[in-house]
Nanobody
């Protein structure tokens, strides 16, 4: 079955950096677009970033553009989210998601497969 496992979350000070990873199995990774979403307590899940199957196209939420970078390694079946200049408002559980198809997708409803999430806390 399809599995997505996030890692790399933790506690970081404002201005710091973290790199999240999402390792996948049970799917032909290079045939899937990937996305990162996040959900803070009491808030709805929101889109963060997405990447197409080859990594040639990416798209970001305005709140993270210029600070976060999504990338993928199709040989390792893994997608990454490099987060720099972190702010307290970036605190949330971060989820990766997968959807078959060549383009990228920004709506959570478009993704059938999800990981369990990894917590990112930005605090001094």
């Amino acid at each position: 079955q399809v599995q997505l496992v996030e890692s790399g979350g933790g506690l970081v000070q404002p201005g710091g950096s973290l790199r999240l990873s999402c390792a996948t199995s049970g799917l032909t990774f290079s045939n899937y677009a990937m996305g990162w979403f996040r959900q803070a307590p009491g808030k709805e899940r929101e889109f963060v970033a997405t990447i197409n199957w080859s990594g040639s196209s990416t798209y970001y939420a305005g709140s993270v553009k210029g600070r976060f970078t999504i990338s993928r390694d199709n040989a390792k079946n893994t997608v990454y989210l490099q987060m720099n200049s972190l702010k307290s408002e970036d605190t949330a559980a971060y989820y990766c998601a997968a959807r078959g198809g060549g383009t990228y997708y920004t709506q959570s409803a478009q993704y059938p497969y999800w990981g369990q999430g990894t917590q990112v806390t930005v605090s001094s």
